[in-house]
């Protein structure tokens, strides 16, 4: 079965600092996505980034950007000049066809 | 679009009843899920729909949980009789399975049986 293991239950970062969440997965598979969803105090889950792991660059949306590192199955996210309404939690998430996994989630604080 | 819609947003009920939860799918997405989500258990898969069809309920807890999708536009999670444990936001996502794949999720449901 895929897991997705996120080994840091709580982080924190000094607003406009930068702090890198991390995951790692299992999988035998060669194609996949791979997903960072945020889930703030509102409890709504939103999309934050997504990697396809047949692209090799590593996606970026802004502040977010991801380092995909397929052979070691690992995709940590850095959120760069961290904001207040950063503050929130994070899964970390991997799909293939049906099968969808969510890591336990980092619970991220942001420190004015 | 409005996005996945879910309602109720929040449901009281004692120990015995019956508890029905509804979502709306994104209009042209192909694929439904229902999580369920609590402080011990994390977020948890119960049932995954394709084109409405439930494609792998291996998640759905025991028999009193049930889910069905009559159309492209509407799925109903129900739990008879409800239990205390089952106290948890369910949530409803969708996505297109060819397009990305991520999920789109709804606001949730905070159930809470007493």
């Known amino acids: 079965a895929q897991t997705v293991t996120q080994s840091q239950p709580e982080m924190s970062v000094q607003e406009a600092e930068t702090v890198t969440l991390s995951c790692t997965y299992d999988t035998s598979e060669s194609d996949y996505y791979l997903f960072w969803y945020k889930q703030p105090p509102s409890r709504q889950m939103i999309l934050v980034i997504r990697?396809?792991?047949?692209?090799?660059q590593n996606a970026t949306e802004n502040r977010f950007s991801v380092n995909f590192q397929k052979a070691a199955k690992s995709f940590s996210l850095k959120i760069s000049d961290s904001q207040l309404g950063d503050a929130a939690m994070y899964f970390c998430?991997?799909?293939?066809?049906?099968?969808?996994?969510f890591g336990a989630g980092t619970r991220l604080t942001v420190k004015p | 679009d409005a996005g996945v819609i879910q309602s109720p947003r929040h449901e009281v009920t004692e120990m015995g009843q019956e508890v029905t939860l509804r979502c709306k799918p994104i209009s042209g997405h192909n694929s439904l899920f229902w999580y369920r989500q609590t402080m011990m258990r994390g977020l948890e898969l119960l049932i995954y729909f394709n084109n409405n069809v439930p494609i792998d309920d291996s998640g759905m807890p025991e028999d009193r949980f049930s889910a069905k999708m009559p159309n492209a536009s509407f799925s109903t999670l129900k739990i008879q009789p409800s239990e205390p444990r089952d106290s948890a936001v369910y949530f409803c996502?969708?996505?297109?399975?060819?397009?990305?794949?991520?999920?789109?999720f709804g606001p949730g449901t905070r159930l809470t049986v007493t």
């Open positions: 996502a969708s996505s297109f399975i060819g397009r990305g794949d991520e999920q789109y």
């Open positions: 998430a991997y799909r293939r066809a049906d099968d969808m996994r």
């Open positions: 990697q396809e792991a047949y692209k090799q």
